[in-house]
């Protein structure tokens, strides 16, 4: 099973601050890394996917990158709706695909 | 406009059943893979279980007590759940593939998640 562990568990940041998020994995999953959204009462976003693809109508100023085993995900300027929390997936070695324990983005 | 509606969630006792089920419309259904994640509560995401036309696939910690079926005549997806836990606790959501006829494993579209709570 590829375990994906995601730093910081919270990143405390005010609006306008850039964001930086980090995704490692187990072992390497090439470039089949994506990363989601969720806020609460909701359920995920696809943000990113196949490490710096961005998704259907998500914003430029999310950007992925990485390949491997290490992934970032970066927001350069945090819009007040970007605060949550942000999940990486991997696809490459399933069953079982799996999740990240999530990175909170928090105001601070 | 694609839209997923999952049902059937509720409280139930350890070692009851239920079935959970998720109508889908706006898109081709029977082109897709289908999966169902789950996220007990304050907790993050879990894959539970996929289903590709008749191939299904399964997490270890439901294996051999959940079963994903789907019917295509009616554009719904179902999750029948047996022995169920206390750790079995959690929203359930059914999730679309990015892509058809592949199995890419990427979600773009998600219902709005039905809580199930296993507990005496």
């Known amino acids: 099973e590829v375990v994906l562990t995601q730093s910081p568990a919270t990143l405390s940041l005010s609006p306008g601050e850039g964001a930086t998020l980090s995704c490692r994995a187990s072992?390497?999953?090439?470039?089949?890394l994506a990363w989601y959204q969720q806020k609460p009462g909701q359920a995920p976003r696809l943000l990113i996917y196949?490490?710096?693809n961005r998704a259907t109508g998500v914003p430029a100023r999310f950007s992925g990158s990485g390949s491997g085993t290490d992934f970032t995900l970066t927001i350069s300027s945090l819009e007040p709706e970007d605060f949550a929390v942000y999940y990486c997936?991997?696809?490459?070695?399933?069953?079982?695909?799996?999740f990240g324990g999530g990175t909170k983005v928090e105001i601070k | 406009e694609v839209h997923l509606l999952e049902s059937g969630g509720g409280l139930v006792q350890p070692g009851g059943s239920l079935t959970l089920s998720c109508v889908a419309s706006?898109?081709?259904?029977?082109?897709?893979?289908m999966t169902w994640v789950r996220q007990a509560p304050g907790e993050g995401l879990e894959w539970v279980s996929s289903?590709?036309?008749?191939?299904?696939y399964y997490a270890d910690s439901v294996k051999g007590r959940f079963t994903i079926s789907r019917d295509n005549s009616k554009n719904t997806l179902h999750l029948q759940m047996n022995s169920l836990r206390a750790e079995d606790t959690a929203v359930y959501y059914c999730?679309?593939?990015?892509?058809?006829?592949?199995?890419?494993?990427?979600?773009?579209?998600w219902g709005q998640g039905t809580l199930v709570t296993v507990s005496s």
């Open positions: 999730a679309k593939q990015l892509k058809g006829s592949s199995m890419d494993m990427l979600f773009d579209y």
């Open positions: 706006g898109f081709t259904f029977n082109n897709y893979v």
């Open positions: 072992q390497s999953v090439s470039r089949y």
């Open positions: 289903i590709s036309g008749d191939k299904t």
């Open positions: 196949d490490a710096s």
């Open positions: 997936q991997q696809r490459m070695k399933w069953p079982p695909l799996t």
